[in-house]
Every structure is written in structure tokens, then in C-alpha cells.
């Protein structure tokens, strides 16, 4: 075969492109960044954003309690580290942060209790505590069992009211039923919403809001009952980042931009609460051509500062949660945040570009929060487009538009075909991998980036099949052999 240079080569397999989500996952993990600078943050300078509402004094950094920190990282279910997660409580509201965010449905339902251990440390007014209302599941529909999940939440947190309470994840609909079904019948069928606007009459909600998720036409009528009277809402927590601004729709027609979610709060005066700064990490981890150019716009800064800058900037933000499973990434974001220094206008049209440049690389818009899992099959998700991402990241990922026939006897091509095949079995055991997956789409409805789960291992596997079988896959020779017979 002639021999072709590496630019051509990296053109030929489509080049490094956007990385993996974070290595480490919901509440194993944490949105993994690089610390570009190791200097102790003040204590004294933390942005502050007024909730119109209340007049509460936020910290622009909110505490998202979603990653916390386990005893050993490398063992499954291994128990929180308690010492830690006090430390870094403790070292959160040294510096100025006030916003903890947490959920029953966290951390394998310990982040309340952990939560609440730590923080009641500390005298009340030092800190605003928000949890959710988490009944996905159908057995939690009953008025009774999402009551109970409200007052178990009192109990593990050690309050007497919860400062900013979520409707967790509205517009995700649940398996046969359409997301206003679901939404209806979580919320609605039952007295719930009603019930928790009473709570709040009585002082034991302070502001009540949702977390969005999925489909526009819940989270538009949502706020067509706030305009109309029928329901107040006091804050609404959005995914809002650089590249999902303009590029949310476009990587994933089940998702909606982030321009627009915030544009229809931003006009009706209700603050939002930021979530997904750093899409899981992604946009902390990104290839090295794009490293490149925004180090030659602020040399000192950190991809992920960026990222966080971008999120705190827009008006009517009231904060921007990160889950910071380590210390440095809370001494980081601390540092970004004390004092934030806004995103300038050319700033924000350079990070514009930087999203197109992102989104041209079309990796899986995978975040490993881990809501899809378990699989009933045990396929382990997230660890299979966190390995198909990373090799796109790294430049070994075949582009499957050319004959890759004629490549077979080229040394880099092999690198890249060892490099993805045997990093798959080692990444994910075989009996864990793609192929396994039946397409029963039991996944879809608890994934908060909406990805066609079931599509997207079809995708995987045939790219795994056409590297073992550079001829056709077994469904493409299937669908021949049924064609020609």
C-alpha cells in the first residue's frame, strides 16, 4: 500500500475529536477538568447572585451532591467517604459557597443522608439546601409514597424546610406512556404539585421549582401556568453550556437548545439554576487541537474555566452546580468563581466557535450520570460510549464512510483497529458489550441527554463488526444474503 502521512491518516479515521464523558461516573466520579492553576482561592470573594423572590444571597458555584466521594474508588458499592465529603463541605463554605444540591435518588440513594451529616454541622443560615421531588418510579406515584419521599428528605438532610425544592426531571416520559402522561401521573393525578404548593404556604418549601429534562412542549406548559396564575414557579434548573447554547437540537433532535430555555426564563423574570456546565466533563477533556486554541486566548486558564465562566455569565443565572468529587476541582471552580470574571463578547463568540468545532466532531452525548443502568441484559452503557468516545478523542476511531479494505496493510490503520478492539475488552467485558443489547429501549426513558440508546449500540456494534469483518457486518451480509435469495 502507498505510504500516506499522518495528516492523512488522522483525516482518513476522522481525526481527534471531542472526548469521552467524564472517566468517572455519577457519584463514583466527577466532571473530570484539568487544574490549570493550584493557587488557594480567597475566602472572601465568591460572586453572589440576589434571588428576586427572597433576596437569599446565592454563590454563582452551587455544590452538586450527585458525585460524591467513596472510601475506594475502584471497588463497586463501596461506601461514601463521610470524612471527606465534610472536608470539602467544610472547605465549600469557608470560601463562600451556599448552594447544596442534592436528590433521594442520588448516589444510590445516600447523597440525602450524607448530605445532611455534613452540612448540619454548620448553622442553618449558613447554607441553601435543594432536593427533589424523584418519584420516577410508578410505585412512587402514589400520594402516599411521594409524600413520604418529601418527608424522608426532612429527615436525612436534618431540616425542618427545604430552601429549593425540584420537580425532578419533568418532560422524561416513562416506558408506554407519552412525558405528559408522565408528568400528569407523577405530579398531577395524584394532588402532589398541589400539595407541595401547600407545603411551602406552611414555610417548609421556600422556592419551589423543576429540573428540565426532555420534552419542550411540558417545559412550555409549564411556564404557560406560571404566566396564567396557576402555578409560581420561583426557579427552574436548565442544562446550559457553550455547545448545547445553539448545538443541543442539532446532536440529538430529542434534546432542546439551552438559548432557548434560558431566553423564556430569562424573559419572564425567573431565575435559573445551571446544571451540566461541563456537560459530565466533556467539555473539561477536550482534543488537543482545541486545547491549543483557547490556551492562546487565555494561557493561564483551564478548559473547564471556561466552561464555567460561560455558565455564570448570563443574566438571571442564579448559580451553576458542579459535581466535585475532588478537592482540586472544588478549589478550581472556587477559584473561577471568587470573583467570577464574565465572558466578554468576543469572548463568547470565540467559545461559539469552539462549539461548532465540537459539534463537527459527533461523539455520543453521553455524560455517564448512569440513570440508564442497571440494563436488564447487563450491558454496561456508559462504559461502552465512554470507550467508543475516547478512541474518537484519541484518533482511533475508522471513519466507516471510506473502503477501509484498502488500509488493511497499513501500520497506523492496525494501531488504530488493536487500539479500539482490544481497549473495548478491556474496557467492558464481553459479555457486557453491545452486541448483547435486544433493543428493548427500557434505557430511553431514564436518560437525561435522551439518547436512542438502543440506536446507538446498534451503531457501536456494527462499527465493532465492520473492524473484525472489514467485508460487511453480519447484518449487513444478512440483509444482502436475503436480498440475493
Keep these: 500500500m502507498k505510504d500516506i502521512s499522518r495528516r492523512q491518516f488522522l483525516k482518513a479515521v476522522g481525526g481527534g475529536v471531542v472526548a469521552s464523558s467524564a472517566l468517572l461516573t455519577a457519584c463514583k466520579g466527577g466532571e473530570q477538568q484539568s487544574t490549570a492553576n493550584t493557587q ?59 448552594y447544596f444540591d442534592t436528590s433521594p435518588a442520588y448516589c444510590r440513594g445516600q447523597s440525602e443522608h450524607c448530605t445532611g451529616i455534613a452540612l448540619s454541622r454548620h448553622p442553618r443560615e449558613k447554607y441553601f439546601v435543594a432536593t427533589k421531588m424523584s418519584n420516577f418510579a410508578p410505585d412512587n406515584w402514589k400520594r402516599s409514597e411521594s409524600i413520604a419521599m418529601f418527608e424522608n428528605s426532612l429527615k436525612e438532610l436534618q431540616v425542618d424546610y427545604i430552601d429549593y425544592l425540584l420537580l425532578h426531571a419533568i418532560g422524561g416520559d416513562s416506558r408506554d406512556m407519552d412525558s405528559e ?19 411551602k404556604k406552611k414555610g417548609r418549601i421556600r422556592n419551589l421549582g423543576f429540573s428540565y429534562h426532555g420534552d419542550v412542549e411540558i417545559f412550555d406548559m409549564l411556564l404557560r401556568w406560571h404566566d ?5 414557579w420561583d426557579f ?8 448545547d447554547w445553539t448545538w443541543a437540537n442539532e446532536i440529538n433532535d430529542r434534546n432542546t437548545d439551552a438559548s432557548y430555555l ?33 490556551k492562546q486566548k487565555r494561557p493561564e486558564d483551564s ?25 482540586e476541582h472544588l478549589r478550581e471552580n472556587v477559584g473561577t468563581y471568587a470573583p467570577l470574571e464574565p465572558v466578554t463578547k468576543e469572548e463568547n463568540a ?63 490503520y492496525l494501531r488504530a483497529r488493536r487500539a479500539f478492539l482490544i481497549g473495548y475488552d478491556r474496557s467492558v467485558p464481553r459479555i457486557r458489550q453491545a452486541d448483547h443489547c435486544i433493543g428493548c429501549g427500557q434505557c430511553n426513558p431514564h436518560c437525561p441527554q435522551r439518547i ?34
Design 40 to 98: 488557594e482561592p480567597p475566602k472572601d470573594k465568591m460572586t453572589m447572585r440576589t434571588n428576586p423572590n427572597t433576596g437569599d444571597k446565592v454563590s454563582i458555584l452551587g455544590y452538586g451532591m450527585m458525585r460524591l466521594p467513596v472510601e475506594d474508588m475502584g471497588v463497586d458499592d463501596s461506601p461514601y467517604d463521610q470524612e471527606m465529603i465534610n472536608r470539602q463541605v467544610d472547605y465549600a463554605i469557608e470560601h463562600g459557597v451556599n
Design 181 to 199: 402522561e408522565t408528568f400528569n401521573a407523577r405530579f398531577m393525578d395524584n394532588g402532589i404539585l398541589d400539595w407541595l404548593v401547600d407545603q
Design 228 to 232: 396564567e396564575g396557576r402555578y409560581h
Design 236 to 243: 427552574v434548573q436548565i442544562e446550559l453550556n457553550y455547545l
Design 262 to 294: 434560558y431566553g423564556e426564563l430569562h424573559k419572564r423574570g425567573i431565575p435559573a439554576v445551571i446544571m451540566e456546565p461541563l456537560l459530565g466533563g466533556r467539555l473539561a477533556n477536550v482534543p488537543d487541537p482545541i486545547v491549543e486554541k483557547m
Design 303 to 327: 478548559v473547564a474555566k471556561w466552561a464555567f465562566r460561560y455558565a455564570g455569565t448570563p443574566e438571571g443565572v442564579l448559580t451553576v452546580l458542579s459535581g466535585m468529587t475532588y478537592m
Design 350 to 412: 470565540f467559545l461559539m466557535e469552539i462549539a461548532e468545532d465540537i459539534y463537527n466532531l459527533k461523539t455520543i452525548p453521553c455524560n455517564e450520570c448512569n440513570y440508564c443502568m442497571p440494563c436488564p441484559y447487563g450491558i454496561n452503557i456508559p462504559a461502552i460510549f465512554s470507550h467508543y468516545n475516547k478512541c474518537i478523542k484519541e484518533g482511533n476511531l475508522v471513519n466507516m464512510e471510506q473502503d477501509i479494505t484498502k488500509l488493511q496493510g497499513d501500520p497506523e
Design 452 to 485: 436512542n440508546i438502543p440506536r446507538e449500540m446498534q451503531k457501536v456494534n456494527d462499527y465493532v463488526e465492520k473492524l473484525k469483518n472489514p467485508n460487511g457486518t453480519k447484518r449487513e451480509r444478512e440483509a444482502m444474503e436475503g436480498a440475493e435469495s
